[in-house]
T-cell receptor, first 118, second 118 residues
Framework: AQTVTQSQPEMSVQEAETVTLSCTYDTSENNYYLFWYKQPPSRQMILVIRQEAYKQQNATENRFSVNFQKAAKSFSLKISDSQLGDTAMYFCAFMKHEDSGANSKLTFGKGITLSVRP | EAGVAQSPRYKIIEKRQSVAFWCNPISGHATLYWYQQILGQGPKLLIQFQNNGVVDDSQLPKDRFSAERLKGVDSTLKIQPAKLEDSAVYLC????????????????FGAGTRLSVL
């Protein structure tokens, strides 16, 4: 079974600054995917960024980037130039690769509440 | 493109009553998921459908929860009878069943139904 750990319950950052959210996971799988999802007060989960474990290059999406350390089983999210709209809960999630190619379930961490201060 | 639709947005019931939630996935998405998100935690998978067949229902409390996906499109999740500990947000997600491509492994979520059991 896979587990995802987000040990920081809350973080706060000044607008326009950079913040890093931590995530560690445990798995015996070699092939898998990692995700960061954002959940604003509206409750809808929005995909922020995705990383495929077999790719060594860290994924980036505009102001969002990850630091993926496979050996350490660490997957942190860096948000640059923080904006007020980034205020939300952020969830780290794991998905096992299915040999059949079918999609698998997401295993989520407990989440971290990020507040961006004006 | 329309997203994942869920209804109702909120539901308040008393314990031992019954309740049903409805989900309409993104058009063409073969895989549908129901997650339960208890306050302060990450979502946990209840059941996964591939078209109208069940792929994974290992975490579904089958003595009180049931779900169906007739015709492989819409889905209904039912709780009967409800317990206090069922108070949570119920999230529906859908995904394309592709083995390659940019949409691979991405789950799209609805806004969820917040259930309060009194």
């Amino acid at each position: 079974a896979q587990t995802v750990t987000q040990s920081q319950p809350e973080m706060s950052v000044q607008e326009a600054e950079t913040v890093t959210l931590s995530c560690t996971y445990d798995t015996s799988e070699n092939n898998y995917y990692l995700f960061w999802y954002k959940q604003p007060p509206s409750r809808q989960m929005i995909l922020v960024i995705r990383q495929e474990a077999y790719k060594q290059q860290n994924a980036t999406e505009n102001r969002f980037s990850v630091n993926f350390q496979k050996a350490a089983k660490s997957f942190s999210l860096k948000i640059s130039d923080s904006q007020l709209g980034d205020t939300a809960m952020y969830f780290c999630a794991f998905m096992k690769h299915e040999d059949s190619g079918a999609n698998s379930k997401l295993t989520f961490g407990k989440g971290i509440t990020l507040s961006v201060r004006p | 493109e329309a997203g994942v639709a869920q209804s109702p947005r909120y539901k308040i019931i008393e314990k031992r009553q019954s309740v049903a939630f409805w989900c309409n996935p993104i058009s063409g998405h073969a895989t549908l998921y129901w997650y339960q998100q208890i306050l302060g935690q990450g979502p946990k998978l209840l059941i996964q459908f591939q078209n109208n067949g069940v792929v994974d229902d290992s975490q579904l409390p089958k003595d009180r929860f049931s779900a169906e996906r007739l015709k492989g499109v819409d889905s209904t999740l039912k709780i009967q009878p409800a317990k206090l500990e069922d108070s949570a947000v119920y999230l529906c997600a859908s995904s394309l069943s592709l083995s390659t491509g940019t949409e691979k492994n991405i789950q799209y979520f609805g806004a969820g139904t917040r259930l309060s059991v009194l």
